[in-house]
C-alpha cells in the first residue's frame, strides 16, 4: 500500500481516544499515545480475553479456562477474582480506572469500540457492506482497505492461551477473507495493475489459499500478462499437489479457463473447465527393446523439472513401415501419462493408409473434443480450429501424439505455439521440414537388433522355450526380417499352441515365403508378406473371410455393429471371430467395441478381397454401406422429424441397421460414426454406389450443420453432386447445387456460392419445382443479405414467400413470411416487419419448428428496438436466447446476444449491454465467425465512452 493511501485511511479515521487497545497484532495498552507496560502474563492474558469480547459478559470459568487452561488451580473462582483486582490496580495506576464491570459470575469491559483496533475493524466492514448494498465499488475498497490497516500481524502475536485459540484462528481467517474481498473489489475496479504486488505478496504467504492464486491470475490477465497468469495457475498446481496431493478446485480452474480463452457452455454461457484428455490407446503388450530411444524421449520431452517456459518440444519418430515406431510412441506415452497431468492426446492420420487421409482440419476437431469443447463451439474453418486448439493448451503439461503424418503440411496446424505441451510424431517420412523450420528433433528407427528380436521373443514365449532353439530362433527373426510386426505376429501364433517347436514354426516362415509369388520391393517386404501370409492361412475360414472383408471396410476403424453387417452376420456370432483375428494380432480392439487394423495388414487384407470372390468383397461393401445409411437415416430423422424424409431402397437383411432410442442418442451415434460416414460417402461416391453416396450426404445435413463442420459439408455435398450426375438424377443435383450454395456463404466463398445456387434455381425452375425453386430463392436471400445487399436480399424473400403456396407446408411458409419480416427490418420498415413476423408466429402455432420460432422472436425484437419499445424487445430477445440455448443454435444464439445488447446499451444500461456483446463475442470467436469483429468494435467504443 502506497504512504499517500495509508495516510489517508489513518486520516478518515476518528481521532484517537486517551486509551487504545490494540488487538490485531502484538498486545499493546496506550494511555494519551504512551505505551502502557502490563508486565505480567497472566493479567495480559485476562485482559485479552476480556477485550476480545468488549461489553459482553465473560463468566468466571471462561476466564480462568483462558488464564490456566486445563492445570487449574486448587480453587480457580478465587484465583480469578485475585487477578482480576490485580488488573484492576494496574489499569487505575496507568490512568484508565473502571473499565472492569462485575456481573453476576462474570466480568466484562466497557470500552467504546473505537477505543479497539478489533472494534474499528469490524465497524469499517459495516461500512463496506453498506457502500455494497448501494454498488459503490469504490468506497467499498476504501473501507475494507481501512480496516486492514487495524491489522499489525498475528492477533494477540506476544501471549500464549490455548483456550482462546480458536477465536484466534477465526479472526485470521476473517482477515483473510476481508482481503479477498477488498482484492475483488480492486479488480472491478480496474486497478488489477495496483494490486498484483500485493497478491504475489499474498500467494507467497498463504500458498494454499486457492482464491488468491484466481485474483492473482486475474490481475495479471486483465494486465495484458497471460504467460504469467498462466504460470501462476501452475505454481499454484504444484503446491496443492506437492503439499496436499490434490488438484485445483473450481474456482481457480475455471479462472485458468477464461485466462486459456473464455470458452464458455453452450447451454449456459458459463465458462468451461478445461478437459484433461485421456485419447491414448490401449498399453502395448509385452513391448521389448528400444532401451536408447525410451531414455532419449525421457530426457527431451519428459524432463524431471518444467519451468513452464519456452517452446512445445517435438520429436519426429520416423522409420519403415512395421518397425514399431506407434508401438514406441504408445509405450513411451503411456509409461510418463504421469508427467503430463493435462491430458494426452491421440490421432491417427492415416498418411499411409488406403482410406483418404485424416485432414488436419478433422485431427484438430477431434482435439477438441477431447479438450471439451462442445460440437456446437468448435470453428468451421481449420484456422479457427488451430488458434483454439492452441489457446487450449497454452500453459497446459498435454502430450500430443499424431501417429502415421504423411507430410509436414498435414501437421503443422496441430502443433501447439506456447509452452508446456511435448508432441510426437510418427511417420515413414524423415519430416526434414518440421526439422528445419520448426525446431523439431529427429529419432529414425532402424529394424530391431538380433538381441532386441530375441527379447522381444522372450516375452511373448518364455526363456526357456527360446533358449531351447537358437538356431530356429535366428531364423525366425530373419524370416521376420527384424520387423516388430512381423515378430509379433509370427510369435502370437506360437504362444497359442505351446507344444509347436520354433523349429517347426521356422520351415513354415520358410515355405510360406516360398509360396509367394515375388512382387516389387525388397526381400524384407516379402518376407513379412510372407509372416502375413502364413498367420492367415492358420485362421478358420471364418475368421479369414472377416480378415479379408476389413480390407473393404472405408472407415478409419470399426464397430462392432458394423462389423456385423460387412460379415452378414449376427453381433454375438461375430465375437468368437474377433478374438481369433485379436489373438493372431491381426486386429485390435483400440477402444472397447471399436477395432482396427494396421496399415499394412490392411493392405494385405485388401489384396487378399482383390484377389477373393469379387462377389464376396461386393457383397460385404453394399452391407456395410446399407448399415451407414438406414443407421444414419433413421438418427437424421430423430434429430429432425419435421425434415421431409427420402425413399430408400430396402436394406439388405444382414445390415444390422441401428435405431437410435433419442436425440441424445441419435447425436451420439453421429458422433462417433461421423469419420466412418465420411469415409463411406468418399468410397460410395467412387463409384457402383452413387445412390448411397447422395443420400449418405443426405442423411448427414442437419448433423454437420448445427456442428458447424462446413468444409466436411461441403466435401459430401461435392460427392453427392458428382453421384447426381452420373445417375443422371436432376432433382438430386439441384438439391446438392443448393446444399453447396449454403455451405459455401458459411465459409465465405461467396462467388461460389452465388455460382450454385443460380444453377440449383435453373434446375427447379426447369423441373417446375416451386418448393425447391423458394428454398433457392431463401439461399440467395441469405447470401445476398450478408454481402450487404439488403434490397435484393429483400427481392429474393419475397420471390420465396410468393413460391410457397398458402395452403402448404405450413412450417415452410412461416419461415418464408419471417424471412420477408427480418428483409423489410434491414431496409428499415420495422412496423411491417412487426406484421410479417406476428404472421409467422402464427402460422408455426403447433408445428413445433423451434428453429424457426427463435429466429422470429429474434427478428420480433430486432423491429421493436428500431422502434424505440426497448422493454419489448428484450421480452422477445429472452425468449429467442431461451430457445436457442435450448436448441444449441450457437450462431443463432449469438446473434441473439448481441441485438440484446444493442437494446439494452440504448436503454442505458451500459454494464449489462456489455456484459452481452462479451458473451456474444466469446461465441463467435469460438465459432470463427467474422461477426465477431463487428461486437468487438462496439465493446471498444463502450470502453472508450465516458458517461
Sequence with gaps: MSAVTMEAARAARPKDPDVEFRLLGPFEVRVRDRLVPVTSPKLRVLLAALLLNASRPVTVGDLAGALWGADQPANPRRATQVAVVRLRAVLEAAGCPGLIRTRPESYLVEVPADQIDLGRFERRLREADRAAERSDAVAEAEALRAALIEWRGEPLADLSFEHLRHRLTQLQERRLHVLERRFDADLRLGRHDRIVAELIDATAEHPLRERFWAQLMTALHRAGRRADALAAYHAARRHLIDELGIEPGEELRRTHATVLGGLRSPDTG?????????????????????TGEVSRLDTLLAPDEWDGAGAPTIMVISGTAGVGKTALALHWARRVAHRFPDGQLWADLRGYDHRPPLSAGQALTLFLRGLGVPDASIPSDPDGRSALYRSLLDGRRVLVVVDNAAAADQVRPLLPGGSGPAVIVTSRDPLTGLIAAGGAQSLELDRFTAAESRELMVRRLGERRVEADPAAVAEIVDRCARLPLALSIATARASQRPGLRLGRLAAQLRAARERLDEFSGSDAATDVRAVFSWSYRKLGEPAARLFRLCGVHPGPDMSTETLAALAGVAP??????????????????????????????RVYATELADGHDPAERRGGLRRVLDHYLHSAHAAAMV?????????????????????????????AWFAREHDGLLAAVERAGRGGFETHAWQL???????????????????????????????????????????????????????????HLRQALEVYERLDDRAGQARAHHGLSYLLERQGDRTGALWHAERALVLYPPEGNRAQRARAVGSVGWCHSQVGRHRLALRFNRLALALLDGVGDRVAEAATWDNLGYAHHHLGDHRQAVACYETALRLRRELGHRYGEANTLTHLGDTLHASGARDAARRSWQEALAVLDQLGEPDADRVRIKLRELTTTVV
Design 572 to 601: 454375438p456370432d461375430l465375437l468368437p471371430l474377433l478374438r481369433e483375428l485379436a489373438d493372431a494380432h491381426l486386429v485390435v480392439e483400440h477402444v472397447p467395441g471399436r477395432w482396427t487394423v494396421h496399415d499394412l495388414l
Design 697 to 755: 450426404a443426405w442423411t448427414l445435413a442437419d448433423f454437420q450443420q448445427w456442428r458447424g463442420l462446413w468444409p466436411d459439408r461441403a466435401a459430401c455435398l461435392t460427392i453427392a453432386l458428382t453421384a447426381a450426375r452420373r445417375l443422371g438424377n436432376i432433382a438430386e443435383q439441384a438439391r446438392a447445387h443448393r446444399g453447396l450454395g449454403y455451405a459455401y456463404t458459411r465459409l465465405a466463398r461467396n462467388d461460389e456460392a452465388h455460382l
Design 270 to 290: 458459463s465458462v468451461l473447465l478445461p478437459a484433461v484428455p485421456r485419447q491414448l490407446p490401449a498399453a502395448v503388450p509385452s513391448f521389448a527393446g528400444r
Design 639 to 667: 434429430l429432425e422429424p419435421l425434415r421431409d424424409a427420402i425413399e430408400l431402397t430396402p436394406p439388405d437383411p444382414a445390415a444390422a441397421v441401428r435405431v437410435p432410442t433419442d436425440r441424445e442418442d441419435a447425436l
